[in-house]
């Protein structure tokens, strides 16, 4: 009888980590292309999607094959692995950050009174860094 690897993810624990990853590379296909000054539409012609598709890309709703992931990089002028990650190998010095531009959306969702919670904590941490 086999056993399992140590640390083995549980079969259901995929769909999480699928989501995290398609929620994450969904983001960051919408930064680089709001960067590039590129419409949903217009990164669909040069991929062969409709813009649907590529508005469920970027909400993390669809699973691209390979093809059309290399498609969106050559499209978005970036290397292909610039779609899972941040870093500047992959994506060069001036890729948006992605984990700045979620908190962006974010903050424009909060009511005033937690803007200005915010706020302060934002304030408090640039006073900490100054000290």
Known sequence: MSQGRVGAMPRDGYDEVARAVRQGMGLRVRAIREQQGLLQSGLADLVGYTSSAITQIEKGEMNPTLNKLIALA??????????????????????????????????????????????????????????
């Open 74 to 131: 050559h499209a978005l002028d970036v290397p292909m692995c610039a779609l899972f990650c941040d870093c500047a190998t992959c994506t060069g010095s001036q890729a948006p950050n992605v984990a700045l531009l979620e908190l962006l959306r974010l903050l424009r969702t909060l009511s005033p009174e937690a803007l200005d919670t915010a706020s302060a904590i934002i304030e408090r941490v640039r006073a900490l860094r100054a000290s």
